[in-house]
């Protein structure tokens, strides 16, 4: 009987887990000259390496994971994925990549590391004590508001502004959708993120920087008053229990821009189990008349345990997800 076997660290970001993949993918998988590019490849090659780690039995339909990858423009090279695909970019993976291998003496105890993603390069700031990572800040790619699309659901009028922050969001106001965010049950947010995605991507929305598609991943639904909270919903249905590192940097763009969050001025925004990540813009400039923010957000990631997985050839289950 033949055996296949892959390490892990898994990390929880406020709540929200990462599975990181130590060992185990055949390097031939992963190769190319960029971050982008060796995800590119992963993706063709060894995809089933993703299904079968993150999704069921050996996963769940909310897990999330990132695979380390040699780069030699930062000091480390990381893609990310979830249970339906991939994302470009990840906070809450971020924070607990850097807090994972920092305290596991895989990357140097160095206050400021750089980060090759597959949306770009990311400057981070790691604050150690004793050897253990006690917060990791990240100044995110470029990022700006691309366009408000109006959608209809349930025949009410909805207006979802399109941000891209490292993946693009669609922002909207909770009780637009007819939810709220006080709820313990953050799974009632599922279906009508879901169905806003949907209309929003059918109206087919632009980057006004990249003149590229800005095809949406995530759905940000926000509320304010009493501090700012939010509920990202992304790939097939799953809930960041965290407040969203890239959803974090999406708000604080759309604050700047709407004139309510100066430069340097610092928000924290609350996510669907209680934790919290504190962000700023740390830098603005215009592009094409849009303007473009640098978006900084901070949050504090723990090890859960280390796994080996295996998969023998008489397991013909594989793995899978609930319809
Ligand atoms: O923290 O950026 C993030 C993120 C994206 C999707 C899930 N978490």
Known sequence: MEQTEFTTVDTHTGGEPTRI????????????????????????????????LMQEPRGHADMFGAVPVPTDRADLGVFFMDTDGYLDMCGHGL?????????????????????????????VTVEIADGVVRRVAFENVDSYVCETVPVEQDGVPVEARIVYAGNYFAVVDADSLGVTLDSEDATQCIDPALDLRRAVNDAAPEDPVTGAPATV???ELTASGDGDRSCVVFADGSVDRSPCGTGTCARLTLHHVDGDLAVGERVEVTGPVGSAFEGYISDTSVDNGITVTSPVVSGTAHITGEHTFYRTDDDTLGSFTLA
């Open 21 to 52: 993949v130590l060992n185990g993918i055949e390097a031939d998988t992963l190769t190319g000259a960029t971050v982008r590019e060796r995800r590119d490849r992963f993706k063709a090659t060894a995809d089933g390496v993703r299904q079968l």
């Open 95 to 123: 924070i607990g990549v850097v807090t994972a291998l920092v305290e596991r003496g895989e990357l140097p105890e160095s206050p400021e590391l750089t980060v090759e993603t597959p949306a770009g390069l990311v400057d």
């Open 217 to 219: 991943s995530a759905v």
